[in-house]
């Protein structure tokens, strides 16, 4: 199984503020997703991404709110600009390969914008 | 796109009996069923997963069946702890790089 690393583990953050989210396995994997879970709800994806290509994003994200960087297999990165009290949230990043391989979890990012 | 739907939202059960956790999906497409407990702080774990082409997987206290035709599946636990309260959550795949789509979750209550 995969170990999925995340760093900050939370964050306080003032609003209009930009806050960048680490996510670093263990092994190699081709994509590596980010999801957002918003208190007491469900995991709703954000993006995919895939190393050496732009990030796919899903219907209601878009790039300049929530950049995010692939730079090799290993790690990627998710950035939420310009905060408001309403990204408040958790952030999750997974990994994923081809095939019936399993999307293993990091511990997420506990995020308070103020 | 997929969707799923998660029955019931709360669960509350006495020690010692059974859970069971419903999932619906749209996509008759979607290969790949995991399930995922939440503990509170914590990201979700993958606790057990089924494939399309089997109906029913089972580990230790916890089993999942699967049925294609009515696209609906469901997570069996028993004799359960109090250690067992969580969030649980089932999602679908259809893709074939690990994009999953989430049910709402339900929140398990084990009392002693």
């Known amino acids: 199984s995969a170990v999925i690393s995340q760093k900050p583990s939370r964050d306080i953050c003032q609003r209009g503020t930009s806050l960048t989210i680490q996510c670093q396995v263990d092994s190699q994997v081709t994509m590596m997703f980010w999801y957002r879970q918003q208190p007491g709800q469900s995991l709703t994806l954000i993006a995919t991404?895939?190393?050496?290509?732009?990030?796919?994003?899903e219907s209601g994200f878009v790039i300049d709110k929530f950049p995010i960087s692939r730079p090799n297999l290993t790690f990627s990165t998710l950035t939420v600009s310009n905060m408001s009290p309403e990204d408040s949230s958790i952030y999750l990043c997974s990994s994923g390969d081809r095939g019936y391989t399993e999307a293993f979890f990091g511990q997420g990012t506990r995020l308070t914008v103020v | 796109g997929e969707n799923v739907e998660q029955h019931p939202s709360t669960l509350s059960v006495q020690e010692g009996d059974s859970a069971v956790i419903k999932c619906t999906y749209s996509d008759s497409a979607s290969n790949y069923f995991p399930w995922y407990k939440q503990e509170l702080g914590k990201g979700p774990q993958l606790i057990i997963d089924?494939?399309?082409?089997?109906g029913e997987k089972k580990d230790q206290r916890i089993a999942v069946t699967l049925n294609k035709t009515a696209k609906h599946f469901s997570l069996h636990i028993t004799e359960t702890q109090p250690e067992d309260s969580a969030v649980y959550f089932c999602?679908?795949?259809?893709?074939?790089?690990?994009?999953?789509?989430f049910g709402a979750g339900t929140q398990v209550v084990v009392t002693p």
């Open positions: 089924i494939r399309s082409n089997v």
């Open positions: 991404a895939n190393q050496g290509s732009e990030a796919t994003y």
């Open positions: 999602a679908g795949r259809t893709d074939s790089w690990g994009k999953l789509q």
